[in-house]
């Protein structure tokens, strides 16, 4: 079993919505993430956070916004949304940041979005 | 730099057939390679790891590995298929920031009874 909770697992939002989808994971890691997945696609990294802080976006359009209140949690604001931002979004954690290479990603069930 | 690249983005097998899903990788540096299982509707499950303490990882699932570095090579084998090994494989190699992983393509994996 995951040790990554994701909520909701399934979300529908008009394009004119403010949705949140949560994460939280309680293995004391120090890096998360933010993923998203298109189908029979692999996951696209969107942010990182490490140490509660946000170390790389990638190129992300605003109306996704990352928050980290603390180290056990890791919010994604959904505004204003395009229909062609429908995808699984899939949270993911880490031990340790960048100053360590080959940490194991440990990846949430993942919210499933659908914007109308 | 680092990247993966899986040979055949569909594999068929036979239930009880060996099953061998290709990676081949491109590192600068040593790497830490990844092969991850996606379940449909579900997130990435890890199944193995190389981390260089030895060439043949085993996984989860009696799923494991070989590292060949002499033909950068990560191909995951399973000496017999199950009906519930269908599913989409990831191979990923670790960068050398820890942060930063890359993901293959994927590998969708059809058992035909």
């Known amino acids: 079993d995951t040790e990554v909770t994701q909520t909701p697992k399934h979300l529908v939002m008009g394009m004119t919505n403010k949705k949140s989808l949560k994460c939280e994971q309680h293995?004391?890691?120090?890096?998360m993430y933010w993923y998203k997945q298109k189908a029979k696609k692999p996951p696209e990294l969107m942010f990182v956070y490490s140490y509660e802080k946000l170390s790389i976006n990638e190129s992300v359009p605003s109306r996704f916004s990352p928050e980290c209140p603390n180290s056990s949690l890791l919010n994604l604001h959904l505004h204003a949304l395009q229909p062609e931002d429908s995808a699984l979004y899939l949270c993911?954690?880490?031990?340790?940041?960048?100053?360590?290479?080959?940490?194991?990603?440990?990846f949430g069930e993942g919210s499933w979005l659908t914007v109308v | 730099a680092q990247s993966v690249t899986q040979l055949g983005s569909h594999v068929s097998v036979s239930e009880g057939a060996l099953v061998l899903l290709r990676c081949n990788y491109s590192?600068?540096?040593?790497?830490?390679l990844f092969w991850y299982v996606q379940y449909p509707n579900q997130g990435l499950q890890l199944l193995l790891k190389?981390?260089?303490?030895?060439?043949l990882v085993k996984g989860i699932n009696g799923f494991e590995a070989e590292f060949k570095k002499s033909e950068t090579s990560f191909h995951l084998t399973k000496p017999s298929a199950h009906m519930s090994d269908a599913a989409e494989y990831f191979c990923a190699v670790s960068g050398a920031t820890g942060n930063q992983f890359y993901f293959g393509t994927g590998t969708s994996l059809t058992v035909i009874p």
């Open positions: 293995m004391g890691h120090r890096a």
């Open positions: 190389y981390t260089s303490a030895a060439t």
């Open positions: 993911a954690s880490s031990q340790d940041d960048a100053g360590t290479s080959g940490n194991t990603i440990y």
């Open positions: 590192s600068s540096v040593p790497p830490y």
